[in-house]
């Protein structure tokens, strides 16, 4: 058993449920000032003002539209399966806040005289937890896409199911490295493992896999296809209104912050500081820590931010695609360049057979990727040429003007 693990399994129920409560808080809040932080940043990218009205920059904002939003009229479809139709938001609502339950938001601290950590728990599979309660998530949102009666949600729901496997898939292999390197899934484990090297510098690649899986796991644009206002006027909570609108729209913003704390956790050495700034991990006795953690999920908050304001929404063919036909294929190759490294370093192999292996990896991914790229400028090729032959669908005939039309 782990120090932390010893530590969290001394806490007293009362502690816990403190803890638990201030998660809760935390999670809320942090919606709040993310739904104002994302309305300013973007209108600073497009040269807007934003919100600026409701308290001092706006900042009200986000709360004066959340009790707007309370106190419109909840309006029930008569098409709609009335029971999943309200389960449906609550789901979603509840699952996306259960994360946080193994994310170690500080090192150790002195909470109400305890000597404790900023966690509910430490599962010895706490990363697979994380990903089990996000795949529940989903079907909060599947179950409202079915149960509203309605065509469009319909579509989203199950836009929203295929896409969650598709990019679920690719997360969870690009989490596979991880647990090779640290040699554990437990989520503290893997933020001692990083005390050296962060794992987005010696696992770029997963962390790149990861960072794209993420934003379409939480359905954010450009990979918003399951509410995609231009095609599904508004996806798969079309039909809902009120506080049942309101749930949807704190999961979303709750699951960024979960994926981004996990992001933090797994890749970014948690709680630990900025390498050069460790000595700030014993100011306040340990709780400095806690800012170094939200300073980098803001970090990631703001590539969402980022993302949204600057990129298009993709085509959903291209968008599955871009999972099964990339991301797949890629993770499964890393992996096994991680593994055969893990391996040898393991086995005390020489540098310099470690380094001829690296260096052969690095020019095989050159020449697969110049092979694809003359095949692409080829195909391109093929395409302009053809494009003055005749199309392969049928094309009504123009009608032709007769005799009499001409002379007359």
């Given at each position: 058993?782990?120090?932390?693990?010893?530590?969290?399994?001394?806490?007293?129920?009362?502690?816990?449920?403190?803890?638990?409560?201030?998660?809760?808080?935390?999670?809320?809040?942090?919606?709040?000032?993310?739904?104002?932080?994302?309305?300013?940043?973007?209108?600073?990218?497009?040269?807007?003002?934003?919100?600026?009205?409701?308290?001092?920059?706006?900042?009200?904002?986000?709360?004066?539209?959340?009790?707007?939003?309370?106190?419109?009229?909840?309006?029930?479809?008569?098409?709609?399966?009335?029971?999943?139709?309200?389960?449906?938001?609550?789901?979603?609502?509840?699952?996306?806040?259960?994360?946080?339950?193994?994310?170690?938001?500080?090192?150790?601290?002195?909470?109400?005289?305890?000597?404790?950590?900023?966690?509910?728990?430490?599962?010895?599979?706490?990363?697979?937890?994380?990903?089990?309660?996000?795949?529940?998530?989903?079907?909060?949102?599947?179950?409202?896409?079915?149960?509203?009666?309605?065509?469009?949600?319909?579509?989203?729901?199950?836009?929203?199911?295929?896409?969650?496997?598709?990019?679920?898939?690719?997360?969870?292999?690009?989490?596979?490295?991880?647990?090779?390197?640290?040699?554990?899934?437990?989520?503290?484990?893997?933020?001692?493992?990083?005390?050296?090297?962060?794992?987005?510098?010696?696992?770029?690649?997963?962390?790149?896999?990861?960072?794209?899986?993420?934003?379409?796991?939480?359905?954010?644009?450009?990979?918003?296809?399951?509410?995609?206002?231009?095609?599904?006027?508004?996806?798969?909570?079309?039909?809902?209104?009120?506080?049942?609108?309101?749930?949807?729209?704190?999961?979303?913003?709750?699951?960024?912050?979960?994926?981004?704390?996990?992001?933090?956790?797994?890749?970014?050495?948690?709680?630990?500081?900025?390498?050069?700034?460790?000595?700030?991990?014993?100011?306040?006795?340990?709780?400095?820590?806690?800012?170094?953690?939200?300073?980098?999920?803001?970090?990631?908050?703001?590539?969402?931010?980022?993302?949204?304001?600057?990129l298009p929404r993709m085509r959903y063919d291209q968008f599955m695609k871009f999972g099964w036909k990339v991301l797949i294929p890629v993770s499964l190759a890393w992996i096994m360049v991680v593994s055969t490294l893990r391996v040898m370093s393991q086995r005390?192999?020489?540098?310099?057979?470690?380094?001829?292996?690296?260096?052969?990896?690095?020019?095989?991914?050159?020449?697969?990727?110049?092979?694809?790229?003359?095949?692409?400028?080829?195909?391109?090729?093929?395409?302009?040429?053809?494009?003055?032959?005749?199309?392969?669908?049928?094309?009504?005939?123009?009608?032709q003007p007769r005799a009499e039309q001409l002379h007359g």
């Amino acid at each position: 058993m782990t120090p932390t693990q010893q530590l969290l399994g001394s806490d007293p129920g009362w502690l816990i449920a403190v803890k638990g409560l201030i998660v809760f808080i935390v999670c809320v809040v942090a919606t709040l000032l993310c739904v104002w932080g994302e309305r300013r940043i973007v209108s600073f990218m497009q040269q807007r003002i934003g919100p600026n009205r409701v308290g001092k920059f706006g900042l009200l904002q986000s709360l004066a539209d959340g009790v707007k939003l309370a106190l419109k009229e909840d309006l029930i479809p008569k098409t709609a399966d009335r029971i999943v139709f309200v389960i449906a938001p609550i789901i979603s609502a509840t699952t996306c806040f259960m994360s946080f339950a193994v994310i170690p938001l500080t090192g150790h601290v002195k909470f109400f005289g305890h000597q404790t950590v900023m966690q509910l728990t430490d599962l010895p599979v706490g990363v697979l937890y994380v990903l089990a309660v996000a795949s529940v998530g989903v079907y909060g949102i599947v179950l409202a896409g079915w149960s509203s009666g309605s065509t469009y949600p319909l579509l989203g729901g199950l836009r929203s199911s295929a896409q969650v496997i598709s990019y679920e898939v690719a997360m969870g292999l690009s989490l596979v490295a991880v647990f090779i390197y640290s040699g554990s899934m437990s989520t503290s484990d893997i933020v001692g493992a990083q005390h050296h090297w962060w794992f987005a510098v010696v696992l770029f690649p997963s962390f790149v896999i990861y960072a794209i899986s993420m934003v379409g796991e939480t359905n954010r644009a450009p990979f918003d296809l399951a509410e995609a206002e231009g095609e599904l006027v508004g996806g798969f909570h079309t039909e809902y209104s009120s506080l049942k609108f309101a749930l949807f729209f704190l999961a979303e913003y709750v699951n960024i912050v979960a994926v981004s704390s996990l992001a933090t956790t797994l890749f970014l050495g948690g709680y630990h500081a900025l390498p050069g700034l460790g000595f700030t991990e014993t100011w306040l006795g340990g709780w400095f820590t806690i800012v170094w953690f939200f300073l980098k999920v803001i970090a990631f908050f703001f590539l969402f931010v980022w993302l949204r304001g600057t990129l298009p929404r993709m085509r959903y063919d291209q968008f599955m695609k871009f999972g099964w036909k990339v991301l797949i294929p890629v993770s499964l190759a890393w992996i096994m360049v991680v593994s055969t490294l893990r391996v040898m370093s393991q086995r005390n192999e020489g540098k310099v057979i470690i380094t001829s292996f690296t260096v052969g990896v690095v020019l095989v991914v050159l020449a697969v990727s110049s092979l694809f790229e003359s095949a692409k400028n080829r195909r391109e090729r093929e395409d302009a040429l053809g494009e003055v032959a005749a199309p392969s669908f049928p094309v009504p005939e123009i009608p032709q003007p007769r005799a009499e039309q001409l002379h007359g």
